[in-house]
């Protein structure tokens, strides 16, 4: 008798594994949380510079609305064959004016962040150089005053001299000789005091030129787009405004997607 025959068993297929597509997904989500992350916590402080009058009630607001906003993200690419026209349209226009809300926080702490560090600076030390230069111009008057009393003296010497009154002279060089002792005593005090002045200046002047070269790179960004540097400031400001959030977004989007698209494990 022949033994029965076996019939074999199917072929299974061996099934891919989708660890590529998930790590890419899991990518795209920490991205997007990061970026998200960034772009709200400078928009909850532009708000607050913003709205100045209650600034901790404008935080909670613009947090939690940025918190909506990915919500909204990711719930419409997860469920958009599932949502009808109208829904889609209202959660778009959600997330896009969110959007223009977070661009609006976001330029307003950029724009803080550049202007009023450098503009501080600037004019404290300007304001310490126009108070030296006025001290500066005080002391040099009292100087030349001095200066003119001693010589007016001297002159006096000088006149009687030449005009053979020597006996003379010699007397008022004796009765001014304590007079212009004390007048030259405070001529060398007030020429000190001033060169300090001058040094002070020089040292504000030199901070002041640090301050200024500070912002050399955007000089040269605004000399390479032929731009003035506010203007060169404005334009990068607004570029990182419309590639931040929108990029955050946009990985939300497609993090969700690649998600809902993965088969389920049984």
Not at 85 to 113: T, Y
Not at 249 to 262: D, K
């Amino acid at each position: 008798l022949e033994p029965p025959a076996v019939s074999a068993a199917p072929a299974v297929p061996e099934a891919v594994p989708a660890a590529p597509k998930r790590t890419s997904g899991a990518v795209a989500l920490a991205a997007a949380l990061a970026l998200a992350t960034v772009a709200a916590y400078f928009s909850v402080a532009g708000m607050a510079e913003i709205f100045p009058g209650d600034p901790v009630a404008v935080m909670v607001l613009a947090a939690t609305m940025e918190a909506g906003k990915l919500v909204i993200a990711g719930w419409l690419a997860a469920h958009w064959r599932r949502t009808n026209w109208k829904m889609r349209f209202v959660m778009v226009a959600l997330v896009a004016g969110l959007a223009l809300i977070n661009a609006a926080g976001v330029f307003g702490k950029l724009v803080e962040a550049h202007v009023s560090v450098a503009a501080t600076s600037r004019s404290g030390v300007t304001e310490r150089i126009e108070a030296l230069d006025a001290r500066v111009t005080a002391q040099t008057a009292v100087v030349a005053d001095l200066a003119g009393r001693i010589a007016q003296i001297d002159r006096a010497v000088d006149e009687s001299t030449r005009r053979g009154r020597v006996t003379r002279a010699i007397n008022i060089a004796a009765q001014e000789r304590a007079t212009r002792d004390g007048l030259d005593t405070q001529r060398q005090a007030a020429t000190a005091a001033l060169v300090g002045l001058q040094a002070q200046r020089a040292a504000l002047a030199g901070e002041r030129s640090r301050i200024e070269a500070s912002a050399g790179p955007i000089q040269y960004l605004a000399m390479m787009v032929g731009a003035a540097p506010e203007a060169a400031v404005r334009w990068l400001i607004l570029l990182m405004v419309l590639c931040c959030d929108p990029a955050a977004i946009a990985l939300t989007v497609a993090a969700t997607a690649s998600r809902a698209g993965e088969p389920r494990q049984e």
